[in-house]
């Protein structure tokens, strides 16, 4: 959807005023991109790689302030730990969400791949779309949770109090708990999508058979 068509189906469905002197309309876009963020953060439906440089001996890095969340690290080969995990074994840590952690410490200087949830630009223009890279490149069919998260807010805005209206497309949002509602249907699309498993085939070799994965080929 483009900043215009969101912003004119939340208006319409809210009754806010959009002619001068009192246009509300301009809180929607903002309501819009606090929804992809939370979207994003929350969902992590659109991911990145990342080239983060690293330092010989240097274990802890600061990430960019455009890196929203952290999915995985060098393709997996160094997994999430705790932070009171002895273990020996190469991972990974945020001590906090900008601070990254790596055990062991690089050997020597050069880049360590991330996948990351990265932040997005505001939309400016009324033809600006969700569905574009710098936007946030949300899959079209998820764009229908950041309208709700816009209407959610816009209904407490227009003092819905007594109707419960924004606590209804809050619930249809995030569930009554936080952990339901359109946000867990998103998660559990993306999270079928990032398991899905390559084809396998098979082969004899010496007698005994062997299981071996095709790699995609982008």
């Known amino acids: 959807m483009t900043k215009k068509e969101i912003r004119d189906r939340v208006v319409a469905t809210i009754g806010l005023q959009a002619e001068t002197p ?3 309309s301009g809180l929607v876009d903002h309501w819009v991109y606090r929804g992809t963020l939370d979207l994003l ?22 990430l960019a302030a455009g890196i929203l969340s952290l999915i995985d690290v060098d393709d997996g080969d160094m997994p999430r730990v705790r932070r009171d ?3 020996t074994r190469p991972g990974f840590t945020l001590i906090r969400s900008d601070l990254l952690q790596i055990h062991p410490a690089p050997s020597e200087d050069g880049k360590l791949q991330v996948w990351a949830v990265l932040r997005p630009a505001q939309m400016g223009s009324d033809t600006d779309d969700l569905s574009s890279e710098a936007f946030g ?5 998820f764009q229908d949770a950041i309208e709700l ?6 209904a407490d805005y227009g ?6 209206r924004g606590e209804r497309y809050r619930v249809l949002y995030e569930g009554q708990d936080g952990r339901g509602g359109r ?3 998103v998660r559990k699309l993306v999270n079928k999508r990032g398991t899905a498993r390559p084809p396998w085939t098979r082969k004899v070799t010496r007698g005994r058979r062997q299981t071996h994965r095709l790699a995609w080929v982008d």
């Open 137 to 141: 490149a949300i899959p079209i069919e």
């Open 183 to 185: 946000l867990a249907e």
């Open 159 to 164: 003092h819905e109090a007594q109707t419960q």
């Open 149 to 154: 998260y816009a209407l959610w807010w816009a």
């Open 41 to 62: 953060s929350r969902t992590r439906c659109t991911a990145r790689c990342v080239q983060l440089g690293v330092s010989a001996g240097v274990d802890t890095y600061a």
């Open 22 to 24: 009192l246009d509300e």
């Open 85 to 87: 995990d002895e273990t």
